[in-house]
């Protein structure tokens, strides 16, 4: 495409479209696909020239003023109504623009040549391809179909209203109203001026004017002529031969049918009007730090306190041993009201949204929130209740332990066996005492190596098996928030900014 | 009188209806019943503004159709342009309806009534707001209304002269050479409030040169569309005084009208044809109002008796 806006213009309808699918109807999808397509179609016929289509009511005068433009007698002018059935084009230039007239679709039997050696060398008419069309509102209902097919794909519209017509509804409703943006590439003429006093010309013209300006197409190009004695004629080919100098119609009129659809989807999904911006809206730091309301210092301490009690309990002298650790004591999980933090999370980040959106994004999540929260309630449970496992090196606690005992019950062998050698062997008994002696301070001092070991196992077992879980545990809330709330959120509202600007860049 | 020089003589205008001279007071009587069903002048239905509004029209007819003298109300509509207000004004021999070349023209409808003739009535049956004007002029038996353009951009007057239509004893269809073969004229043409109406066509503001041409061609289009029999009148163009036409131009439309206000058969064609028309657009808006009503309302079953009653006579009558 030559005009890279109007390329970029087309893209970012495109995208928006897709953007927007949900919430708006399928005829602005299929006109947004239709203007795609007939923008590429349009570069591809040939830029170089201009195509303008005289369109308006039986009787207003197009063919008159067709003749009037063209300098030739070739439209068909009757008073019996109507009068065109067909498209007449007639185009200025050296070559036959046939591509185009092949997809304006004007048979092949009336498409005229301007060019002979009477012109005025380099007309500057040329690239201008002049379209005569039949009326929009006779009897003959195929012409109305032809002129709406025919207005939604030349480049230019000059529109022929006449004195008994220009009110009426037809064509202010049908046609005017849908070109609001469309100044550039639209000219509304009131012909038959010849008819009329100037004192009435000009009540007609400021009236059109006003009905005009009403319906929001108060920069509209409004001319007076009349074929039948010249008046304007000079005027309005000399708009055509600018619009065709500027070679900006076709962009010109794309670029308006881009804006119009812009405005339509903007209007059916309930977005600001342009510049009104979502970037203004304050976005959290980051999503709410629940993990520690779902994974309670509370419960840490009783996670510590259990693992300690059971320590403990594998970890005690033979005579110590108590029952099985009592069940670490849940503190209850404050569900309502880590729900509510992340319900909150969700209505702010979603809070500057355009409406339908806003209320389609918090559909999908709406469960999220309390689905999360059951989740992470059923896993701290389970986590909780699984039975704590003693660490391998505790065999070598025990083996330790055992040994100790070992050689008090040798100090104590030893010692009765010098007691009971006392009387008969007193060496033996020395050395047996000797013996026993050494035994019990191995005992007494390897029990106080061996109790010191227990005592820190014991609370190094429990400070790091609660600090491991709770830790795993809150990683996973926190990995959970992030990936069911956090990241869709963004991609929500990255989708939904970019709707945003992509439809602000098509209504520029 | 004379039968028109050419074209099809005025029973044409009622599009071939028959004669009955009794079912024109048993529509009223039973207008009359339906009305009373409502609720009556003085009924519940004071609040109700639907029922209220039904019961004046339905009074109205059953005054109508007893009654006889009371003037036939021609209305003269067209697409905005045609030069409806100009044909009145030609009609009574002075300016009573404005003209101009802003469009529409005529806003509000403009009424001509003889003096000797009570308007209340008609103005009811106008239904708004209007200009009413006396004048020697008028024919007897008759009154005239000059209606807002059809089919304009500003609102209001469309839908005024679509309902003035189904209110009027006869409708003088006005289009010219510039508008006689739009769309829109034609699907008012057959459209459900003028269907039953008594028609007329005249071909306004005809340019010599265009004359024989486009006559032809609009008489093979109504023809067409099966109103052959309709009066149909060409009035000439007359760019000189604007608002006026020579009296002469407008001759056979007032003596059209002259014969259908002052020959009692064709009065009472004319008449009863209006009247059913009017019935049935009653019948249906009653059984609307039905619908509407809660099931508790007792009058739902009396309504709804009185307006199947009334409907019959009305499709006997249009038959």
Redesign the interface.
């Given at each position: 495409m030559s005009d890279p806006a109007l390329a970029e213009r087309v893209e970012a309808l495109a995208v928006a479209g897709r953007l927007l699918e949900p919430f708006t109807s399928p005829q602005v999808h299929s006109a947004v696909h239709e203007v795609g397509r007939r923008a590429q179609q349009r570069a591809s016929v040939g830029l170089e020239q201009t195509v303008v289509a005289l369109a308006g009511?039986?009787?207003s005068g197009k063919s008159s003023l067709f003749n009037a433009i063209t300098g030739l007698d070739l439209a068909e002018v009757g008073?019996?109504?109507?009068t065109t059935a067909d498209p007449l084009a007639c185009w200025w230039g050296e070559d036959v623009p046939r591509d185009l007239l092949d997809w304006l679709g004007v048979p092949a039997h009336l498409r005229v040549p301007r060019r002979s050696t009477l012109d005025d060398s380099a007309t500057p008419l040329d690239g201008l391809v002049l379209l005569d069309l039949p009326d929009h509102?006779?009897?003959?209902?195929s012409h109305?179909d032809k002129v709406d097919r025919l207005v939604g794909l030349v480049d230019m519209v000059v529109w022929v209203t006449?004195?008994?017509?220009?009110?009426?509804?037809?064509?202010?409703?049908r046609y005017l109203s849908s070109m609001s943006r469309h100044g550039g590439v639209v000219v509304v003429v009131l012909n038959q001026v010849d008819l009329?006093s100037p004192a009435?010309r000009d009540?007609?013209l400021s009236?059109l004017r006003d009905?005009l300006a009403g319906e929001g197409l108060g920069g509209l190009d409004v001319l007076a002529t009349s074929a039948a004695d010249g008046t304007g004629v000079d005027e309005l080919t000399r708009r055509l031969r600018d619009a065709v100098a500027r070679r900006e119609a076709a962009a010109q009129r794309l670029a308006a049918d881009v804006a119009v659809l812009g405005h339509r989807l903007r209007v059916e999904a309930e977005l600001r009007p342009p510049g009104q911006g979502y970037s203004d809206t304050p976005r959290h730091v980051g999503p709410p730090a629940v993990d520690g309301l779902v994974v309670t210092d509370g419960l840490h301490a009783a996670l510590a306190a259990h693992r300690a009690q059971f320590a403990a309990g594998e970890l005690a002298w033979p005579w110590r041993r108590t029952g099985a650790a009592s069940p670490v004591v849940e503190p209850d999980l404050s569900s309502d009201a880590v729900t509510a933090r992340l319900d909150d999370y969700v209505e702010h980040e979603t809070d500057v949204m355009a409406p339908m959106w806003r209320d389609s994004v918090r559909g999908e999540l709406s469960a999220v929130p309390s689905d999360l929260v059951d989740a992470w309630g059923d896993e701290v449970r389970q986590v909780v209740g699984a039975p704590a496992r003693p660490r391998p090196t505790w065999t070598g606690v025990r083996r330790a332990q055992r040994l100790v005992m070992a050689m008090a019950a040798t100090a104590v062998g030893l010692g009765v066996v010098a007691g009971v050698a006392l009387a008969q062997d007193v060496d033996a008994a020395v050395t047996a005492g000797i013996g026993a002696l050494l035994a019990a301070i191995g005992g007494i001092v390897g029990g106080w190596v061996v109790n010191r070991r227990r005592r820190r196992e014991k609370d190094d077992y429990a400070s790091s098996e609660a600090a491991q879980i709770v830790e795993s545990l809150r990683g996973r809330v926190r990995r959970d928030v992030q990936v069911h709330l956090e990241l869709p959120l963004e991609q929500s509202r990255a989708d939904h900014d970019a709707a945003a600007a992509a439809l602000d860049l098509a209504e520029a | 009188m004379a039968p028109l020089r050419t074209g099809p003589t005025m029973s044409g205008m009622t599009k071939g209806s028959r004669f009955v001279p009794d079912a024109r007071t048993h529509l009223g009587e039973s207008a009359a019943s339906l009305a009373a069903a409502l609720g009556g002048r003085d009924g519940a239905c004071q609040t109700d503004e639907t029922a209220r509004r039904l019961v004046d029209e339905l009074d109205l007819i059953e005054a109508r159709s007893r009654h006889p003298d009371v003037p036939l109300l021609i209305v003269l509509a067209g697409s905005t342009g045609v030069g409806t207000s100009t044909l009145l004004n030609s009609l009574v021999g002075r300016r009573v309806s404005p003209t101009g070349v802003r469009r529409p023209t005529t806003t509000a409808p403009v009424l001509v009534h003889r003096p000797r003739d009570d308007p209340a009535r008609l103005v009811t049956l106008v239904g708004g707001p209007a200009d009413v004007v006396a004048d020697e002029a008028v024919p007897e038996g008759i009154a005239v209304v000059d209606s807002p353009g059809m089919d304009s951009v500003v609102q209001h007057p469309r839908s005024r002269s679509a309902s003035l239509i189904a209110a009027a004893d006869a409708w003088v269809a006005v289009t010219s050479p510039a508008r006689y073969a739009d769309a829109a004229g034609w699907s008012h043409l057959a459209g459900d409030a003028a269907r039953h109406v008594p028609t007329a066509i005249v071909l306004n503001r005809t340019v010599e040169h265009a004359r024989a041409d486009v006559t032809e061609h609009l008489a093979a289009l109504l023809s067409r569309r099966g109103l052959a029999e309709c009066p149909f009148l060409v009035v000439d163009d007359n760019p000189g005084a604007e608002g006026m036409l020579p009296p002469a131009a407008v001759d056979r439309l007032r003596s059209l009208l002259s014969t259908l206000g002052q020959d009692p058969s064709l009065r009472a064609l004319a008449r009863r044809s209006s009247l059913a028309a009017a019935a049935d657009a009653a019948v249906r808006r009653a059984q609307a109002w039905v619908s509407s009503q809660p099931e508790e309302d007792a009058r739902r079953d009396d309504v709804r008796r009185a307006a199947e009653g009334l409907r019959a006579i009305v499709a006997r009558e249009l038959s």
């Open positions: 009511s039986t009787g008073v019996l109504r109507p509102d006779s009897m003959v209902l109305r006449d004195p008994v017509k220009y009110g009426d509804a037809l064509l202010h409703e009329l009435e009540v007609c009236h009905l | -």
